[in-house]
């Protein structure tokens, strides 16, 4: 029997109706960077959703390279980002913030997630010591909705966050690089406008939610970075084709596909959550995304690698914490087939 792939949420291609449109395209002239007609399109539904009619939209290809180049066009040279010690800038993007010349200024998560206090608290002491003027200075907040951990920044959380960052002169931006499984989550209260009006920026993730690649970044203000796209060509970010991503958010957009495409992944994933209970597997974290994280002997972990990918997460002793990740495209006969294999 063919092998199971539960590793992550970008293994397929991409949603059909993304592949459909693609191929209306044959024999098409469009022009370069975005300036075409169906970028414009997609960039004014974004903007629609988002309820920030003013705001600008930008087009790139993949998170860590949207999390490099946001980060280092919004911060000066001096400055560094607040975020979470579970953090993807923190963790595996292999020190391409700090590459950039900004130092990722870490913060003790649970779950995944930071606090309003705790960044107050990090500001303040940045101010009050006399030798701040020889220290790297805050100046943004970064943190993912949902987090590496698949929990959710509940609206009141994402408000008391945004208001310490505007007491602070912190600039908030929002990784939302598994955003479409946040949206549609069953206990989630945060809409794409809320994202929008309590942030300076974020980014609406394609690749891992049904696009074959694309990332699109939303200003709330225009003008928030003065010649962002002159920057990005700066750091070869700039896609000559740029309607290749411009398309595919211009179709997610499209009658509620982005959300549905959401929907599939986070009911497949609570499937798999009732019958890992009901087997009596432990889950390290308990949320309402597509990501399932189990503790497993390390002998139970290599009998369910011949049968099934999962994704390696953490060690914990003699035991091994693996992550299950659902997607947009998984279907009910892959999930029957991982829980009966469970």
């Known amino acids: 029997m063919e ?7 970008y293994m397929e291609t991409a949603a059909p109706e993304i592949i459909e449109e693609l191929g209306k395209l044959q024999g098409r002239k469009l022009t370069g960077y975005g300036s075409d007609v169906i970028s414009a399109s997609a960039r004014d539904k974004i903007r629609a959703a988002a309820g920030v009619p003013e705001g600008e939209v930008y087009f790139l290809v993949g998170g860590t390279q949207t999390n490099a180049v946001v980060i280092d066009t919004m911060l000066r040279p001096y400055e560094g980002v607040i975020a979470a010690d579970t953090g993807h800038v923190s963790v595996h993007e292999a020190g391409a913030i700090e590459y950039g010349g900004h130092k990722v200024l870490e913060i003790p998560s649970v779950e995944g997630k930071i606090r309003a206090e705790q960044i107050g608290k990090l500001a303040e002491a940045y101010w009050n010591d006399e030798n701040h003027e020889h220290m790297v200075m805050p100046g943004m907040v970064y943190i993912s909705q949902p987090t590496e951990y698949g929990t959710l920044y509940s609206l009141s959380e994402l408000e008391s966050i945004s208001a ?10 929002i990784d939302g690089a598994r955003l479409a499984y946040g949206l549609s989550a069953e206990d989630n209260d945060a809409t ?5 009006r309590l942030t300076d920026v974020f980014y609406i993730g394609g690749t891992k939610c049904g696009a074959l690649l694309g990332e699109a970044v939303v200003f709330s203000k225009k003008g928030r970075v003065p010649h962002f796209f002159t920057m990005v060509k700066q750091h070869g970010a700039l896609l000559a084709k ?4 411009g398309l595919q958010f211009d179709t997610l957009f499209t ?11 986070d009911e497949k994933a609570d499937r798999i959550r009732r019958a890992l209970d ?7 974290i308990r949320n309402r995304t597509n990501q399932i994280f189990i503790t497993l002997t390390g002998e139970k972990a290599r009998e369910l690698s011949e ?5 390696f997460w953490e060690n914990k002793g003699d035991q091994v ?3 299950i990740a659902t997607s947009w495209a998984t279907t009910d006969e892959e999930t029957d087939r991982l829980i009966e294999l469970l």
């Open 3 to 9: 092998k199971l792939y539960f590793a992550s949420d």
């Open 164 to 173: 310490v960052c505007r007491k602070w002169k912190l600039a908030l931006y």
């Open 192 to 196: 794409l406008a809320d994202l929008a």
């Open 242 to 245: 740029g309607w290749a991503a």
């Open 255 to 265: 009658g509620g596909l982005y959300e549905k495409l959401g929907r599939n992944g």
């Open 278 to 284: 009901e087997k009596g597997y432990v889950q390290e």
């Open 307 to 311: 049968k099934v990918e999962l994704g």
């Open 321 to 323: 914490v693996m992550r």
